[in-house]
């Protein structure tokens, strides 16, 4: 169905469990800073990675019809645990019954649009939640673009906690930095690539650099989720036109504002001022 020009432009909105999606709006942002864009982390309730996938269905719900009542007409889910377990059910259920002119964004399939050019001998890793890994949407998605491309998985469910808690870049971290990296390692030691398949896992980059060999590339979704949302905007004016452009950025938590002010520093290099909301359970999805 075609987009209604005619509707209210609003801002981009960006969706994460908790703290990881600012590593994607803060590459979208520096890519495309003329959009306004809300930011909303629901770190009441984080981590998904570990919860079940009607919860989390009910929970990325909840948010979605938030960021719709803030007049956001585009909303990315810059969470992997939820693009993979909520955002197709979302996109097929959900959307044409309330609103078919919004649209959902994922990042899982740019990121595995973008892998094949940056692998050279064709055996990549991802390394994600539980509930990523178990969902098996990254092999899917590989499968159907990149069939030759070998894939091995690694579920990290310390990783996004050591994040949140800011003890990235601790001796504490370490241990379960090498852990999961010697077990991606042994099931097959030809990757060349890895995918961090979360978007906390970047703040974790130079931990991980230092227990893997350095012909490994290591990818970080930011950058090409950015890239993917540019080339999608040139593709579909449509919606482009009914995103407002002031420039103006947004961040919301389920959680502590103070708390979220601090660490999202870690994350954006900046201060910011952060207001706490309510997502309510009479949104769940039926």
Known sequence: MAINTNLKPGPIGVFDSGYGGLTILSEIKELMPQYDYIYLGDNARAPYGNKSYDLICDFTLQAVKWFFAQGCQL???ACNTASAKALRRLQQQYLPTIDPHKRLLGVIRPTAIAIASLSKNGHVAVLGTEATIKSKLYEEEMNNLHPHLKLTSEACPMWVPLVENLEYDKPGA??????????????????????????HYPLLLKKIKQY???????????????????????RHPEMDSICSKNGKRL????????????????????????????????DELV
């Open 174 to 199: 370490d241990y379960f930095v090498k852990q999961h990296l010697t077990k991606i390692l042994e099931k097959d030691n030809k990757i060349d690539t890895i995918i961090l398949g979360c978007t």
């Open 75 to 77: 909303v990315i889910i």
């Open 212 to 234: 893997i060999p350095d012909n490994i590339t290591v990818i970080s979704q930011g950058k090409y989720i950015a890239e993917s949302l540019k080339d999608y905007m040139n």
């Open 251 to 282: 961040y919301y938590t389920t959680d502590s504002a103070e708390k979220f002010k601090d660490i999202a520093s870690a994350f954006l290099k900046e201060t910011i001022e952060v207001e706490k909301i309510k997502l309510g359970k009479d």
